[in-house]
T-cell receptor
Framework: AQTVTQSQPEMSVQEAETVTLSCTYD???????LFWYKQPPSRQMILVIR??????QNATENRFSVNFQKAAKSFSLKISDSQLGDAAMYFC????????????FGKGTHLIIQP | SAVISQKPSRDICQRGTSLTIQCQVD?????MFWYRQQPGQSLTLIAT?????????ESGFVIDKFPISRPNLTFSTLTVSNMSPEDSSIYLC??????????FGPGTRLTVL
């Protein structure tokens, strides 16, 4: 079975600074995808960034980028120029390739932005 | 992406009763997924609903407790049956319209007294 581990229950960063959220996973599959979701207090799950396992290039979406280390099964999220609106729960998730399966989520990291 | 709506957005129910949650998508999708998020916890997959076939349940979830319907490619319902306070959670549906990219509905916050 796949597992996703987020070892940082809470992180705090100053506004405009950079923060990195950690995630490790375990799988025996070769075709899979990794995701970071943001859940603000409104509870809406928002897809932040997505990484295909077969791609060596790290995904980037504006201020959000990942460091995907496939051999180490590590998938960290870097948020640059942190903004107050980035404050939320961040969940790392794993999905098997094909789109027919649900996702496996980590326990989440609560990100606090200090003004 | 996909626009997903859920009804109700929240409800307070008495123990022993049942609640049916609706999930509507603005486009046809093959698979729909139902998740539970207990207070302060992460999301756990309940079941996968494929139109025209029985839903597939994850370990720890059974059809008698969480019956699911999938009558067409844009709609699904999840019923939480014979509720107890332990069923108090946020229930979310999601879809995967472009394969390997899931989008979530706004969730239904259920409180059982």
């Amino acid at each position: 079975a796949q597992t996703v581990t987020q070892s940082q229950p809470e992180m705090s960063v100053q506004e405009a600074e950079t923060v990195t959220l950690s995630c490790t996973y375990d799988t025996s599959e070769s075709d899979y995808y990794l995701f970071w979701y943001k859940q603000p207090p409104s509870r809406q799950m928002i897809l932040v960034i997505r990484q295909e396992a077969y791609k060596q290039q790290n995904a980037t979406e504006n201020r959000f980028s990942v460091n995907f280390q496939k051999a180490a099964k590590s998938f960290s999220l870097k948020i640059s120029d942190s903004q107050l609106g980035d404050a939320a729960m961040y969940f790392c998730a794993y999905g098997r390739g094909g789109g027919a399966d649900g996702l496996t989520f980590g326990k989440g990291t609560h990100l606090i932005i200090q003004p | 992406s996909a626009v997903i709506s859920q009804k109700p957005s929240r409800d307070i129910c008495q123990r022993g009763t049942s609640l049916t949650i609706q999930c509507q998508v603005d486009s046809q999708v093959t698979m729909m997924f139902w998740y539970r998020q207990q207070p302060g916890q992460s999301l756990t997959l309940i079941a996968t609903a494929n139109q025209g076939s029985e839903a597939t349940y994850e370990s720890g979830f059974v059809i008698d407790k969480f019956p699911i319907s999938r009558p067409n490619l844009t709609f699904s319902t999840l019923t939480v049956s014979n509720m107890s306070p332990e069923d108090s959670s946020i229930y979310l549906c999601s879809v995967d319209p472009r394969y390997n990219e899931q989008f979530f509905g706004p969730g239904t916050r259920l409180t059982v007294l």
